[in-house]
Each structure stands twice: as structure tokens, then as C-alpha cells.
């Protein structure tokens, strides 16, 4: 196991995850999560609320079809992953190395916003379907970053 640098994110999807995929025919999917952050303003004493909104990524073809038939905007998710690196392409033309937020396990901890609740209370997980395909008890991507997009 490796003790690099990990983190634990709870937040809200903003958008349904984005599917690229490169030349080789791997896939990634990019995901923005809002993070709810709250402090207390010195000034007024008051609790003000806010945001902040985050860019991971997961890779592994069978992790991004997961996420993208399953994960939809407005889904509370914990995320737990690997942070690393990334080259990309600036306007430039040239490469530039960018931090990763890469997601090594997602479970989803509500229906999106939009979604009946009260249904779903009714219903339960396993009247939806989750049960059979195991992703109410979240999804691990067994695929490690093998199948990185080029560099």
C-alpha cells in the first residue's frame, strides 16, 4: 500500500461526468464536484456558506462507464482517490504539468437533487436495480492507471 498523497472528498456532482476518449480508445471521465466550506466572517459573527468546486478524474474503461450510466449532476458522492499529475496541451502548444485529483473509489450517498425522494424511500436500492450490479455498495477501479492517456 502506498502512503502517497491521498484524499477524501464529499461533495456534489455540478454536471454529468464528461467522457473523452483518446487515440488509443481509453477513456477518462472528468467530474466537478462542489464541496460545500463554510467559516464563521470575523467582521459580522455570521456563518457564511460556500463552495468550492473541484476537477477529478478517473480512468479504466469499465470505471468511466460506471460513472458516466450511474452518476448524474446534483448526486452526493463520497470520492476517495490519489493526488498525482498531468500533462496537458496550453494554447501555446506546449505541455504543461498539472495536478490530478484521480478517483481510485466513489459511493454514491443520495440521489441527485432532481430525483423523487420520496419514491426512492419508498422503493428502496433494491426495487432501482442496485443491488444486482453492486453499486450501492460503491465502486473500486480495479484498473489502476494503466491505461493513462498518452503524454
Known amino acids: 500500500m502506498s502512503l502517497g498523497a491521498k484524499f477524501n ?13 483518446n487515440s488509443r480508445g481509453n477513456q477518462t471521465a472528468f467530474i466537478t464536484l462542489a464541496v460545500d466550506k463554510g467559516y464563521r ?3 459580522t459573527g455570521q456563518w457564511v456558506e460556500r463552495a468550492d468546486f473541484l476537477d477529478v478524474i478517473a480512468y479504466g474503461d469499465n470505471f468511466v462507464a460506471m460513472l458516466a450510466n450511474v452518476y448524474k449532476k446534483g448526486t452526493l458522492v463520497a470520492v476517495e482517490g490519489e493526488i498525482g499529475t498531468r500533462k496537458i496541451k ?10 490530478a485529483l484521480r478517483i481510485e473509489n466513489i459511493m454514491k450517498l443520495s440521489f441527485n437533487k432532481n430525483a423523487d425522494q420520496g419514491q426512492a424511500q ?18 473500486q477501479n480495479q484498473g489502476g492507471y494503466g491505461n493513462l492517456p498518452p503524454h
Open 9 to 21: 472528498l464529499i461533495g456534489r456532482l455540478v454536471a454529468d461526468p464528461k467522457i473523452v476518449t
Open 41 to 43: 466572517d470575523n467582521q
Open 90 to 99: 496550453v494554447e501555446s502548444g506546449h505541455e504543461q504539468t498539472i495536478p
Open 122 to 139: 419508498d422503493q428502496g436500492f433494491n426495487d432501482q436495480g442496485f443491488e444486482d450490479n453492486g453499486y450501492d455498495q460503491g465502486y
